[in-house]
């Protein structure tokens, strides 16, 4: 699955810049609080607005703290999964209940340098893994090519039947990394320059999801 983050798209025409990638699977919405994350986005508002103008579903990814009070009304407000970081709350398992319970899939998500053994055991109440391949907080950087290591450890997981979730990644995916993280095992790739600095958005999508098949197919 593609997912194109529309922090990368231009903020003042969002309802054309979704349109835009026509053709993906989720459209990922980067939430920033400037407190988790030196960087301030967009918040729950443009998440309604958002859903008021397509039918893909929306991916978000908060990076705020206190994701027990703020989590849940994405999930009221229709976003599909709402995922939120380990690193931000001391009861993730909580949080992630009362995501479902609001009617979304819950996600949790990891920064780079945060290891994945000690949420093993918690991952059976989520839905998706988020594996942050850059620092949170601004888009454009560099891929982190060792947080792989935690996509194959809960892709052999997911396939020996321990545990049923979506593997995503975030950061630094382009026409080259996505190769890397699709070996790894990954199922959903975040990807915003490299899909919103190109002319054609969609086609872009595409092609990307053309790699992935590729390396599938290889495997």
Same mark, same amino acid.
Request: negative net charge; charged residues 20%.
């Given at each position: 699955?593609?997912?194109?983050?529309?922090?990368?798209?231009?903020?003042?025409?969002? !309802?054309?810049? &979704?349109?835009?990638? $026509?053709? @993906?699977?989720?459209?990922? %919405?980067?939430?920033?609080?400037?407190?988790?994350?030196?960087?301030?986005?967009?918040?729950?508002?443009?998440?309604?607005?958002?859903?008021?103008?397509?039918?893909?579903?929306?991916?978000?990814?908060?990076?705020?703290?206190?994701?027990?009070?703020?989590?849940?009304?994405?999930?009221?407000?229709? !976003?599909?999964? &709402?995922?939120?970081? $380990?690193? @931000?709350?001391?009861?993730? %398992?909580a949080v992630a209940r009362d995501i479902r319970a609001a009617g979304a899939k819950a996600g949790l998500s990891v920064k780079p340098n945060t290891p994945i053994e000690p949420?093993?055991?918690?991952?059976?109440?989520?839905?998706?893994?988020?594996?942050?391949?850059?620092?949170?907080?601004?888009?454009?950087?560099?891929?982190?090519?060792?947080?792989?290591?935690?996509?194959?450890?809960?892709?052999?997981?997911?396939?020996?039947?321990?545990?049923?979730?979506?593997?995503?990644?975030?950061?630094?995916?382009?026409?080259?990394?996505?190769?890397?993280?699709?070996?790894?095992?990954?199922?959903?790739?975040?990807?915003?320059?490299?899909?919103?600095?190109?002319?054609?958005?969609?086609?872009?999508?595409?092609?990307?999801?053309?790699?992935?098949?590729?390396?599938?197919?290889?495997?």
């Amino acid at each position: 699955m593609i997912a194109p983050s529309i922090l990368s798209a231009d903020f003042a025409h969002l !309802a054309e810049e &979704v349109d835009a990638v $026509a053709g @993906a699977d989720w459209l990922h %919405v980067d939430v920033m609080d400037n407190h988790f994350v030196p960087n301030l986005t967009l918040g729950l508002p443009v998440v309604q607005s958002l859903l008021k103008v397509t039918d893909i579903p929306l991916d978000c990814h908060l990076m705020i703290e206190d994701p027990a009070r703020w989590a849940p009304p994405y999930a009221e407000a229709g !976003a599909y999964n &709402v995922t939120f970081h $380990a690193e @931000a709350t001391d009861d993730p %398992v909580a949080v992630a209940r009362d995501i479902r319970a609001a009617g979304a899939k819950a996600g949790l998500s990891v920064k780079p340098n945060t290891p994945i053994e000690p949420y093993l055991e918690i991952l059976r109440n989520f839905d998706t893994l988020l594996v942050m391949s850059v620092e949170p907080g601004f888009g454009g950087q560099s891929f982190i090519a060792h947080v792989l290591d935690k996509a194959r450890i809960v892709r052999n997981l997911v396939d020996a039947g321990e545990l049923r979730l979506v593997v995503e990644i975030d950061g630094g995916i382009n026409m080259d990394t996505i190769e890397q993280a699709a070996e790894a095992g990954v199922d959903c790739f975040v990807a915003g320059s490299a899909v919103y600095g190109t002319e054609d958005p969609s086609a872009t999508v595409a092609k990307l999801r053309d790699r992935v098949v590729a390396v599938e197919a290889a495997n």
